[in-house]
Nanobody, 125 residues
Framework: QKQVAESGGGSVQAGGSLRLSCVAS?????MAWFRQAPGKEREGVAS???????TYADSVKGRFTVSKDNAKNTLYLQMNNLKPEDSAMYYC??????????????????????WGQGTQVTVSS
């Protein structure tokens, strides 16, 4: 079974940091982070490809760093200088390479291969 599993969420104060992890049961070329707050649509956050390339949503550039460990089939998201608007359920997904360079950032993206169950991030002011 192809699966991904997120971990590392929690509650922090504004300005704090968290590091999320996502382990895949196979070897996808591309993995990405999404997030969804109550009452809002799910949005793409960041992606990483096996070749080392990464992309980010404008709202997190300069604060978040995404990386992929190909040997461990693991995706990471280092989140620094967190803001209350970052509060959301964060989901990991595997993507076909054609979506990895920014296509996953489009609204109502539904073309992921596998979705994780999510990990909650709460940022208080």
């Amino acid at each position: 079974q192809k699966q991904v599993a997120e971990s590392g969420g929690g509650s922090v104060q504004a300005g704090g940091s968290l590091r999320l992890s996502c382990v895949a049961s196979y070897s996808p070329y591309c993995m990405a982070w999404f997030r969804q707050a109550p009452g809002k649509e799910r949005e793409g956050v960041a992606s990483a490809h096996t070749d080392g390339s990464t992309t980010y949503a404008d709202s997190v550039k300069g604060r978040f760093t995404v990386s992929k460990d190909n040997a461990k089939n693991t995706l990471y998201l280092q989140m620094n200088n967190l803001k209350p608007e970052d509060s959301a359920m964060y989901y990991c997904a595997t993507l076909r390479s054609m979506y990895c360079d920014g296509g996953y950032l489009r609204p109502y993206f539904t073309s992921a291969d596998v979705w994780g169950q999510g990990t909650q991030v709460t940022v208080s002011s």
